[in-house]
Nanobody
Framework: QVQLVESGGGLVQAGGSVRLSCAAS????????MGWFRQAPGKEREFVAW????????SYADSVKGRFTISRDNAANTVYLQMDNLKSEDTAVYYC????????????WGQGTLVTVSS
């Protein structure tokens, strides 16, 4: 099993920045990638960004490209999401996710952290 614990988030003004962190523990050697999803009020959960453990390749949702940056610290088993130029539509609960080798969908989820962007 893998445990994911998020931190960061809170209230920020439009145009501002926030950084989220996600620390993984447990069987982290089984993980192929870590990333972020989000769920806005009344909407379904959606993909935000992934980063692979080997090589560090990244992928982003079109809605956040150029504004959000995902990175990782392998030694600390931690992934970060730097969110810049925030918009009101970025308001959501952000969930850390982790995917095992051989899996195309997340196997583990964090508890979620709320980011509220005020206009």
């Amino acid at each position: 099993q893998v445990q994911l614990v998020e931190s960061g988030g809170g209230l920020v003004q439009a145009g501002g920045s926030v950084r989220l962190s996600c620390a993984a523990s447990g069987r982290t050697f089984s993980l192929n990638a870590m990333g972020w999803f989000r769920q806005a009020p009344g909407k379904e959960r959606e993909f935000v960004a992934w980063i692979r453990g080997s090589g560090g390749s990244t992928s982003y949702a079109d809605s956040v490209k150029g504004r959000f940056t995902i990175s990782r610290d392998n030694a600390a088993n931690t992934v970060y999401l730097q969110m810049d130029n925030l918009k009101s539509e970025d308001t959501a609960v952000y969930y850390c996710a982790a995917r095992e080798y051989g899996s195309s969908t997340p196997n583990y989820w964090g508890q979620g952290t709320l980011v509220t962007v005020s206009s």
